[in-house]
């Protein structure tokens, strides 16, 4: 199966972390939205959308590049880093997810995890999540990669 992860990672490397746990279990090549082939993405069988949580949102270079890409087909998955909790009517995920499934995509599932974060008022005390994502963070993100991998999981659960 080819798979392909469009992360961006900017603070601290968290969300590379992650994507390269998932790329382990999935063969899969990691790239930046700069770096990402377009004509490679058509071809995969799955490709991952990934990146930190701003505000609330996912890094907009993402977004942005979701949103140039052509009408698509196929597989998809998306997930994020974040130092505060999702809530759960209203996943970090959601926008990209939709945005996605406009543009012909079914994504599969949706992943995120807590990770070191130092925004203005966490710089102060040092930063909150110190030692996120950590060693189950990581196990985590590459058994959400296996079920990918296996079709196995509900089309709709968050991790």
């Given at each position: 199966?080819?798979?392909?992860i469009?992360?961006?990672?900017?603070?601290?490397?968290?969300?590379r972390?992650?994507?390269?746990?998932?790329?382990?279990?999935?063969?899969?090549?990691?790239?930046?939205?700069?770096?990402?082939?377009?004509?490679?993405?058509a071809?995969?069988d799955?490709v991952?959308?990934?990146s930190?949580?701003f505000?609330?949102?996912?890094?907009?270079?993402l977004?942005?590049?979701?949103?140039?890409?052509?009408?698509?087909?196929?597989?998809?998955?998306?997930f994020?880093t974040?130092?505060?909790?999702?809530?759960?009517?209203?996943?970090?995920?959601?926008?990209?997810?939709?945005?996605l499934?406009?543009?012909?995509f079914?994504?599969?599932?949706?992943?995120?995890?807590?990770?070191?974060?130092?925004?203005?008022?966490?710089?102060?005390?040092?930063?909150?999540?110190?030692q996120r994502?950590?060693?189950g963070?990581?196990?985590?993100?590459?058994?959400?990669?296996?079920?990918?991998?296996d079709?196995?999981?509900?089309?709709?659960?968050?991790?």
């Amino acid at each position: 199966m080819k798979t392909v992860i469009v992360c961006v990672s900017v603070s601290h490397g968290n969300t590379r972390r992650v994507a390269d746990s998932m790329a382990q279990v999935l063969g899969a090549e990691v790239v930046s939205p700069e770096q990402a082939d377009l004509a490679e993405l058509a071809d995969a069988d799955l490709v991952g959308f990934g990146s930190g949580v701003f505000h609330g949102r996912l890094h907009p270079g993402l977004t942005d590049f979701v949103k140039t890409l052509p009408a698509g087909r196929g597989r998809a998955f998306v997930f994020a880093t974040s130092g505060l909790p999702e809530i759960p009517p209203a996943p970090f995920t959601r926008p990209l997810v939709r945005i996605l499934e406009g543009k012909g995509f079914q994504v599969e599932e949706s992943f995120s995890c807590r990770a070191f974060d130092t925004w203005a008022p966490f710089k102060l005390v040092g930063g909150i999540n110190k030692q996120r994502p950590n060693a189950g963070d990581l196990a985590a993100a590459r058994a959400f990669a296996a079920r990918l991998r296996d079709g196995r999981g509900d089309p709709r659960l968050e991790y």
